[in-house]
């Protein structure tokens, strides 16, 4: 090196890596390097990585986290010998792109083809070995003709349990004309058997409802997280805490006619097939636990003075001697029946609380004891003691029957609330104690308990079920905790569903030759003033210019539930695949992709594949042999702490009328207290070098959201910085923050309008606590 500088050839022997890896990306290019076909003399594999949502802040680090690797393993099989598979595309419908359409006016496929080609350009520079020939995007209509074809074949498919698999709508149809419903074994929501004749005498409306009870594809009433800001449905992990994932809006739980698929109907393959496939240990526990089977009983309480049953579920019949007291969700549709004039007003405003919390909140927060009598009791059905009736946000509506009995010496949960409302605790084990807390394990020798004393816990179970079903007062049965996914959005962006209405409200799905229904030009991308969904606004959008079109749009995931076979065969204008495309490259060999995405996405993916297998469209019921999780990049958590260092007694933070928005804080021992500012989030941005003090506000104090601004240090224990923010450009790219308040170093923002402290700069210390996935959602 020394004798290049002194001959001054330093420069030119230089490794000019830019250059090299722009000429031969152009050779890759040129020579269709990565172009794969189907050729049956070598053998496939198939490397495919979980396709991005094209946003316009571009990939994020946690792209190419996961797409490094799966190009070292797809450039490795390829000089080996395999025929590689290595496609790339787009997920490009979804929320952001048309939340940005409300704000801009401009049409969603504008901006999403402009990030299209921004992801584009960062993947081409990072050099990757995708076959780019091979690109689908989900809002191309070309693509989404077949996902509208799948949700087709879904409408006209019922479940049947005796062969477990989908079958045609029109063999069940058949077996109403011969036989009635009373031998048809289906995972469906009927309850109520009808004959052959009465089959036939029912009107064309009345049988599309019972058929609705049946199809996988199917229109109900069912419960759902509704957020009025954005005008429509979220999905569970769409939801945190109470309020929507993006925008950090208000979330409720609202009954609504929606469209849903029935991947009930698959819980138990979904079990057992997690078996059969390479994917992480903790991936399939998660979806276990997301499946959630459970096997018992179910058992019939009657209500004291009313003509009414409730039915509960249980696991542990055996604790039946335990019961104190029978909690029903606050949705449950007996509540308005069970309540008595003197709890009216109390019932009332505590189902509005619960049902505002999303049922993944009411789940986790299993330290939180909340609830509310009714004023009326069930009686025991072996004892013939009266037993109270309460509801609390720890019962799903949507799991079970809806309602539990309290068995607080045997269920922590139960012991919680019965200590909290002051229920009486019984042992119904030997020697166990049970006044300060439950004892949940299945173990133990019973009394207590009539004719389960002295049985082991096992035993006790066996004989309690035999009793109910002799007694006839309850049935054998197994429980998942997995629920239908709702299918239908109230958005603009989104696949329009192929139904439309006749003239008696009924629902038919288009002729598959009319495929693709095409998203109409709207005026704006809001719902109505009505309230109807944005498709609403193209008065003229109707099937065959006479019928009605459904107006809600497919959820975000529709596409990706079979994206994965249409890279197989993607130019195909008669199939979404061909037979002989699918018979070669079959299903993914390596998949990589989130964990996040664990019940979710994967578990639509594996229902969808095991949907088409049951037909005969593949040969396979697993979409993928192999996934690998390719970790998370972290950055500090969202979780904001802020402490007065000298000040102990209340602060006046403003200056003016405190009635113009922001009002005040209080502290106590360097600790908020009490805070009175009405703004729906609060966003601190600081700069500070001093001691670092850690009193917490929790989000449960404040109904606020924290969102992190600017960069952080999070190795430092001294001098964590949060840099200040240009408030006014944050408002402009996000306006539904307009009204947020914002605090800075010298004072407050709010509404346009900004509050200085007034001599009290170093009241406020900030920092950042934990770390959480990075992500462009928190900024």
């Known amino acids: 090196m020394l004798v ?35 050729d049956s003399i070598k053998p496939k594999y198939y490397v495919l990585d979980m396709f991005p949502y094209p946003s316009g802040a571009g ?39 048309e939340q940005y359409a409300i704000q801009t006016g401009q049409h969603p496929s504008i901006t999403t083809e402009e990030n299209i080609k921004t992801f584009r ?19 191309d209509s070309k693509f989404y003709k077949w996902t509208q074809w799948i949700f087709i074949k879904l409408f006209h498919s019922w479940y049947n349990k005796t062969t477990n ?47 609705l009870n049946y199809r996988i594809a199917y229109l109900a009433d069912s419960w759902v997280n509704w957020c009025p800001a954005l005008g429509t449905v979220l999905a569970n992990d769409e939801v945190k ?91 449950h549709e007996l509540v308005p029946q069970l309540t008595t004039e003197e709890y009216k007003t109390a019932v009332e405003e505590y189902v509005i609380y619960a049902k505002n919390r999303s049922e993944r909140d009411r789940m986790m927060d299993i330290k939180k004891v909340t609830g509310q009598f009714t004023g009326s009791y069930v009686v025991h059905p072996f004892t013939k003691q009266q037993i109270p009736i309460w509801i609390s946000e720890y019962v799903l509506a949507t799991y079970g029957t809806g309602a539990v009995m309290g068995v607080p010496g045997h269920d922590e949960r139960d012991h919680r609330f019965a200590t909290k409302f002051n229920l009486p605790i019984i042992s119904i084990l030997k020697g166990i104690d049970v006044k300060e807390n439950s ?9 207590n308990s ?119 065969d993607p130019n195909n204008n008669n199939e979404f695949a061909s037979k002989e495309a699918i018979d070669y490259w079959q299903n993914v060999d390596l998949y990589v992709g989130g964990d996040e995405h664990a019940t979710g996405h994967l578990m639509y993916f594996r229902f969808c594949t095991k949907f088409l ?37 209340e602060i006046n933070v403003v200056e003016g009328s405190l009635s113009e928005g922001v009002q005040a804080i209080k502290f106590s021992n360097g600790q908020i207290v009490e805070i009175s500012i009405p703004a729906k989030n609060i966003f601190i941005s600081y700069k500070d070098k001093g001691d670092l003090i850690s009193a917490k506000i929790g989000v449960s104090q404040l109904n606020t959201t924290y969102v992190p601004l600017g960069a952080v240090d999070p190795i430092s224990n001294s001098t964590n910085e949060l840099f200040n923010l240009d408030i006014d450009k944050f408002i402009s790219v996000l306006p539904a923050h307009e009204d947020s308040l914002f605090v800075t170093d010298n004072g407050f923002y709010q509404g346009g309008k900004f509050y200085p402290v007034t001599g009290q700069k170093d009241c406020f210390k900030v920092k950042f606590i934990g770390f959480e996935k990075m992500s462009k959602s928190k900024y």
């Open 4 to 38: 290049l500088q002194k001959s001054g050839l330093a420069k030119a022997m230089e490794f000019n890596f830019k250059d090299i890896e722009t000429e031969v990306q152009g050779f890759w290019q040129r020579q269709n390097v990565f172009h794969s076909e189907t």
């Open 59 to 97: 990939l994020h680090v946690g792209h190419p986290l996961g797409y490094v690797a799966s190009d070292i393993i797809a450039r490795y099989k390829r000089l080996k010998g395999f025929n590689v598979l290595h496609p790339m595309g787009y997920d490009s419908f979804g929320l952001p792109a």
């Open 121 to 139: 350009s960062q993947m081409d520079k990072l050099g990757f070995s995708f076959d780019w020939s091979r690109e689908v995007r989900t809002s």
């Open 165 to 211: 698999k989908a079958e045609p709508i029109d063999l069940l149809i058949k077996e109403f004309e011969d036989n009635g419903n009373e031998k048809v074994n289906a995972a469906c929501n009927e309850s109520s058997f009808f004959s052959a004749d009465q089959w036939e005498s029912f009107s064309a409306a009345q049988k599309s409802n019972i058929l």
């Open 241 to 331: 805490e109470g309020v929507s994932e993006r925008g950090g809006y208000p979330v409720e739980r609202k009954l609504m006619k929606q469209w849903s698929l029935r991947i009930t109907a698959y819980a138990e393959r979904l079990l057992e097939d997690l078996e059969k496939i390479d994917w992480s240990e903790s991936l399939k526990e998660t979806q276990r636990n997301w499946i959630g089977k459970s096997e018992g009983c179910s058992l019939k309480f009657e209500v004291c003075g009313i003509n009414l049953n409730i039915e509960v579920f249980t696991t542990r019949p055996d604790t039946i001697f335990g019961v104190s007291f029978i909690t029903l969700a606050p949705e």
């Open 439 to 447: 004892f949940d394990e299945k173990a133990g020798i019973l009394c």
């Open 450 to 568: 009539d004719f389960l004393d002295d049985l082991t816990v096992q035993e006790a179970i066996t004989k309690a079920i035999e009793e109910v079903v002799r007694q006839e007062i309850g049935s054998r049965k197994i429980n998942y905790k997995l629920r239908d996914a709702i299918f239908g959005r109230q958005r603009y962006w989104g696949e329009p569903i192929p139904i439309y209405y006749d003239e008696e409200g009924i629902p038919h799905t288009v002729d598959e030759k009319n495929l693709p229904i095409v998203l109409p030009e709207v005026d704006r991308y809001l719902p109505t003033e009505s309230g109807e969904p944005p498709l609403a606004r193209a008065k003229e959008w109707k099937y065959k210019g006479i019928y009605e079109y459904e107006l809600t749009t497919m959820p975000g995931w529709a596409g990706s539930n079979w994206y994965y076979l249409r890279y197989e």
């Open 613 to 649: 297998f049951d037909f005969g469209f593949i040969p396979f019921d697993e979409p993928a042999k192999k996934l690998v999780n390719q970790g998370k990049l972290q950055a500090a958590t969202h979780q904001i702490l802020v402490a007065s260092s000298r000040r102990e007694n």
